[in-house]
């Protein structure tokens, strides 16, 4: 019998109980023994539940006991989780996690921690929910070098930006409805202003390019400033508006952000609509390969953290092939507004305006839409070098973002 | 040094040395030690080629040689690809392998063979390319149990179609331009009579369900019946015909078939256009992934051949973790007009027939296209009870799909 132990019992640590108990007899035949939940760490009691009599209120009980080789940490939040998942390790016990959080702002130090301790840490279910993403990245895409990584990180935010483009619906309206259907917190900031994602594409960089970037210093903008006309007029122009998480290399320093791009339809990403998520890897061999799925909820999370589990419980997961990450420092990280990409600006205007845009953005590509409006997509070209494109002309733009290539 | 023999040195066997040379310090970082070509097997000389002086013909000379641990075997063909394998495992020696043909055919008695001789055999290139896809289910989604797995198999047909309804273009000129492009075979009727596609869907029902399926014995249409009028009218209807690999268990049985379905715009499959290649699996936790990529191509599938030696190389794949798959006697298999799905029928006639369809197919789903002519969407349903309805009715369907929900 193979002891495990669950911290925390909320959502996913409920989602993980049941997908234990629910897929047994496989899970037995995968591991070699049968997989027993012996302990669950919650400052609450859960008399109702089949599990109920598991339920300790002590960590040290957990630490102390041989058995437990395996501790799953689904707590959410830096504290206690982050000392928890210390003390688990230095105990000799592998640590499996969904907490993004914790992964983002510790993962360099925990991974080191990890392999001082000869065991384990993995966060499959960090990022994208179910998604396989984290894994294959480490093993199928490890004949490749990884060029950049972009995704739809947050399922919150893009049912929201969805309902926006399919009902012409207000982000406020949009926003009470996810709160209603349980998609979105009482407090939505984490999620609308983009933290969420940015903290999932920190994890993404690091696993992409080895630095470990601070989720609250990389350039995030959410989807609080995107109005109806913002996502009509990008489903006009062929596309959608999405909020994406990207980091590539540029001469060599990581850039990473979060931001609203617009994607075209010839884009997988595009089409990647509601809670759902979708990851691109860009590489240098396969060249793109796209992930898509559940990105949140609780079987599907827990699905992750089960995987995980069976990779360490099954012999598959070595403290040999954890990655190494370094804290990155100023010299590591590149500026925002060296992204290279084309983007999309709208303006009122008259042909004469259109003529002077489309020169000064070094274009021929533009449409005109209603109302006296024109769209004009830039030739690919930095942030900074595009705005000052745009500011010498002295037109205004009603919309401006990037798009993802 | 980890030496590695390469059996075959046509398009994926350079891919494979391009790959290791190219990746060389990451390859060799993730390995722990630098991995070293030691042979190639071929009939013929590259004298030209940097590897040139690896290249040897006789396979005894890389059996009986202790320092290599591993083969890649890229020779395509049943014959002599198959008893090379045997041998090599019988030698203690890992195999990998992009050859579907094999695989499909003798997979479960390799699988068992390396097993016997604490080998591993491994096979991601044989599917879907470069695409992640058999990992990912074996240790991804090892926590759920597979209900169902679907896929757009084969790149040159998608091709076909995808220039079909773009362009309405005709089956045959589109067939010619792809054997221009280097996409299609001078004789192209694995591709387009669907048996490449059959042998990749009977190794994902063998990952999913344990038993492996006689390609050349499931049900197989192509894509030869399509023509420019049916990829129109699927473009109507919201949706695109695509040739897809589909199987399921019915009854605990295992389904799997090789058909044009009609996919909606709303499944993801549908956006997956040209060479590409999607696969989507159910699951009975995560719910639904997608998986999407370069189906084909010489570094896309050489990416999946080197993941495959780095996974044995680094110490991850063992034996104890290969799949025990078992050949299917005629009990295991479940007949194809069980498959339950919606179904779309177009009609010539008039609001009077269209009443008697839809009364028939037990729906209220149809709508009218152009020339007189109207399509019904049945409710779901199996193909004998469908076309059951539809022959009592007296009406004629000039297009007949299953529905990919």
């Known amino acids: 019998m193979l002891q495990i132990a ?96 914790v992964v983002a702002t510790f993962g360099a130090e925990l991974l080191d921690l990890a392999r001082e301790n000869h065991v384990s840490y993995l966060f499959e279910a960090s990022v994208g929910g179910g998604i396989p993403i984290i894994r294959p990245m480490q093993t199928d895409l490890a004949s490749n070098e990884i060029l950049a990584v972009s995704g739809i990180l947050n399922g919150t935010t893009n049912f929201i930006l969805t309902k926006m483009k399919n009902e012409g619906a207000a982000f406020a309206d949009v926003l ?106 860009d590489t240098n061999m396969l060249g793109r390969a796209f992930f898509y799925g559940a990105g949140a909820g609780k079987l599907p999370t827990a699905s992750a953290v089960v995987a995980d589990i069976l990779d360490i419980l099954s012999g598959r997961s070595t403290d040999r092939r954890l990655p190494h990450w370094t804290v990155a420092d100023e010299a590591d990280i590149a500026d925002v507004a060296s992204l290279s990409c084309r983007r999309v600006y709208v303006f009122e205007g008259c042909p004469r305006c259109e003529a002077k845009a489309k020169t000064a953005l070094k274009t021929e590509d533009s449409v005109w839409l209603c109302d006296g409006k024109f769209a004009v997509i830039s030739s690919k070209m930095s942030a900074t070098n595009a705005d000052a494109a745009v500011t010498a002309t002295g037109l205004c733009p009603v919309l401006s973002l990037p798009v993802l290539e």
């Open 6 to 101: 669950l911290l925390g019992f909320g959502v996913v640590g409920n989602g993980t109980a049941e997908v234990i108990l629910q897929n047994q007899k496989q899970i037995a035949a995968y591991c070699g023994d049968e997989v027993n939940i012996k302990y669950i760490l919650d400052l609450r009691d859960f008399p109702e539940h089949p599990l109920g009599n598991r339920v300790v209120h002590d960590i040290k009980i957990i630490l102390d006991d041989p058995e437990v080789t395996l501790v799953a940490e689904m707590m959410g939040g830096s504290h206690p989780a982050y000392d928890f998942t210390c003390a688990a390790l230095k105990a000799g016990k592998h640590v499996v996690t969904s907490n993004k959080e």
């Open 176 to 281: 009470k409805l996810a709160q209603q259907k349980g998609y979105a917190e009482a407090n939505p900031a984490a999620d609308v202003e983009g933290l969420d994602a940015a903290r999932k594409i920190v994890i993404l960089a690091a696993l992409a390019f080895g630095k470990l970037l601070d989720p609250n210093k990389i350039s995030t903008t959410g989807i609080t400033g995107i109005t109806q006309e913002h996502t009509a007029l990008a489903d006009k122009l062929g596309g959608a508006v999405k909020l994406i998480g990207h980091t590539e290399k540029v001469d060599g320093r990581v850039l990473a952000l979060v931001s609203p791009f617009l994607v075209f339809s010839s884009n997988p990403i595009s089409h990647v609509d509601d809670v759902y998520n979708g990851i691109l890897v």
